[in-house]
Every structure is written in C-alpha cells, then in structure tokens.
C-alpha cells in the first residue's frame, strides 16, 4: 500500500537523523514531517478512502447478487468482514503509532536533550576494560 511508503520515508529520515546526531533544527524539521505526513496518509487517508472503499465500494467476488458498489448488505458481501477487521486494527496501531511518535519528537526536541546526548555520548566506551581506541593492541 503506497500510503504505507510515502509516510515511511520521513520515519526514516527522523531515525537517521537521530542516530546522527543531527542539529535540533535538522531534528524539528524531520519530525514535523513525519508528524505531518503520518496524520495526513495513516490517520486520516486510510480510515476515509481505504476502510470507507472496503466497507461500501466493495462488491462479492464468492456471492452471485445484483447489489451494486456502494449498496451491498453485509449478508451479500461476506468475505469484507475479515478484512475490515483486519483493517480496523491496522488504524488502531497507527493511531498509537503515531501517538508514540508524538511523544518521542516532544523529548527530543525538548531543551536540554542535546546536553543529555552528548552527555550519554561520552560515557560510551568508559565502562569496560577495552574501548574502540584499545582494538588491536596487546593487553
């Protein structure tokens, strides 16, 4: 589903961007694109055109009937139940999804988290006998 793609391309960014260590400014403008693009293609896309094609439009491929798209019964379109139901909870893990993502932009944009980062960072490698600077020597 192209919806699921294009609004994985800025998680991917936020994530590199974060892993990178990026500038808060390179940070604000990849999770506001995530947020944005997320709500638009996942919370709201999704639910209006995919769900609302799959509850109404959709017509029995198993079931002989003269209903048309859009005025078939549940009776006379069996088989869109386990895909409703399937679709159902798809929307319910994007809207934690994106709930998660929200949060996880507010702390890293919050201020102070560069100084906590870089805190982190410089305690990375002390805690052993062998850092990455000890590699190859003999002990």
Known sequence: MYLHDISDIPVDLL??????????????????????????????????????????????????????????????????????????????LHVCWWCEILAKSARALAPGHAARRKEREGRVGTGGSRDLGDVGKET
């Open 15 to 92: 994530r590199l961007a974060l892993t990178l260590g990026a500038r808060e400014a390179v940070l604000g403008l990849c999770s506001g694109a995530t947020l944005v693009t997320w709500c638009y293609w996942r919370l709201w896309y999704f639910p209006t055109h995919v769900l609302y094609s799959v509850a109404y439009d959709a017509k029995s491929t198993l079931i002989e009937s003269d209903c048309v798209p859009g005025g078939c019964s549940l009776a006379e379109v069996p088989e869109r139940v386990p895909f409703l139901a399937a679709l159902g909870v798809l929307q319910v």
